[in-house]
């Protein structure tokens, strides 16, 4: 049976050590999404609704933050929108359509609390199929530059239509790798590797539409 809720205080130490699990060694050597997801939860812009777990027969295999971000347009105007991550599903349960469903349901749940976008850097791949775009498409850039691996998804039906904008991200996003290092020696202790993914995630990063 599946149960997607609100994450607790008793889960967050169990979606630490699902969000390292999922996440090491993919993108690097290691890993700092678990720190992240650690970190998200005191800051003024993190979003606890759409703090959410997915039990499946009553164990937590999956989990997803919000956090607040920004689009400003060519005149100033500002407009709140959302962006995600980390969204962490353990390895044995990956590419069996947990994710998407959480996802999903997520998603259904930013539009009826009264978000129109969320912007998101990720693998075109994973995301393209659950109704995102690349950023250009939108006019949405990074100071002119429009990331490969930036994607949008609206919400609301052409809210981005007409416009320049300019992605900012929440300040819980910066944060020093030394304290990684620190928070990740109470956890169960597990090899940095080189893998195949990490040339993918280095490709999609440092590359810009034209």
């Not at 992605?167 to 080189?194: G, I, L, T, W």
């Amino acid at each position: 049976m599946i149960i997607i809720r609100n994450e607790r205080p008793e889960d967050y130490r169990v979606v630490e050590e699902l969000t390292k699990t999922a996440f090491w060694n993919v993108n690097v050597p290691g890993c700092d999404e678990h720190y992240l997801a650690h970190i998200l939860r005191s800051h003024e812009d993190f979003i606890p609704e759409l703090d959410l777990v997915l039990e499946l027969d009553g164990k937590i295999i999956a989990n997803i933050m919000y956090t607040k971000a920004w689009l400003n347009d060519e005149n100033g105007n500002e407009k709140e929108i959302l962006t995600f991550g980390p969204l962490s599903v353990l390895p044995e349960y990956q590419r069996k359509g947990y994710g998407k469903h959480l996802l999903d349901h997520s998603l259904e749940k930013a539009a009826e609390m009264g978000y129109e976008a969320v912007v998101i850097f990720g693998n075109p791949e994973n995301y393209i199929p659950r109704g995102f775009k690349n950023c250009k498409r939108f006019n949405v850039s990074t100071g002119g530059k429009f990331p490969v691996a930036m994607l949008v998804r609206e919400l609301r039906e052409g809210v981005l239509d007409g416009n320049n904008w300019t992605f900012r991200d929440s300040s819980a996003y910066n944060y020093n790798p030394s304290d990684v290092e620190e928070f990740d020696k109470s956890f169960p202790q597990m090899k940095k590797e080189h893998k195949p993914s990490q040339e993918l995630f280095y490709i999609y990063s440092g590359s810009e539409m034209r």
